[in-house]
């Protein structure tokens, strides 16, 4: 009887051994390349670039809009400037 309880305790650590260890095992050790992560826009360098790229264009138009509209408003007030007052580049009599 103790012999039968001997193997019957060997074939049942031969089992958990091979369930531990058995080829199944083997393939999760082997460098399998991991999923490419799902990246998000704010993630995604290039599209960080075309971001800030798009804002800088939109800051320089608005900037040079601002200066146009400066120059002309100066061009309106020398245009209509009061004729009574002399301008400073043209000599009085």
């Known amino acids: 009887m103790g012999r039968l309880l001997l193997v019957l305790l060997i074939v049942v650590a031969i089992v958990l051994v091979w369930k531990a260890f058995g080829p199944k095992t083997w393939k999760r050790n082997q460098a399998t390349p991991e999923p490419r992560a799902i990246k998000g826009p704010d993630d995604d360098e290039e599209f960080l670039w075309k ?7 939109e800051r320089r138009a608005r900037e040079a809009a601002q200066r146009e509209e400066e120059e002309r408003r100066k061009r309106a007030e020398e245009r209509y400037r009061d004729p009574d007052t002399p301008d400073d ?5």
Not at 51 to 57: A, G, L, M, S, V
Not at 89 to 93: I, K, L, R, S, W
């Open 51 to 57: 971001i800030e790229k798009d804002r800088f264009k």
């Open 89 to 93: 580049d043209q000599p009085v009599d």
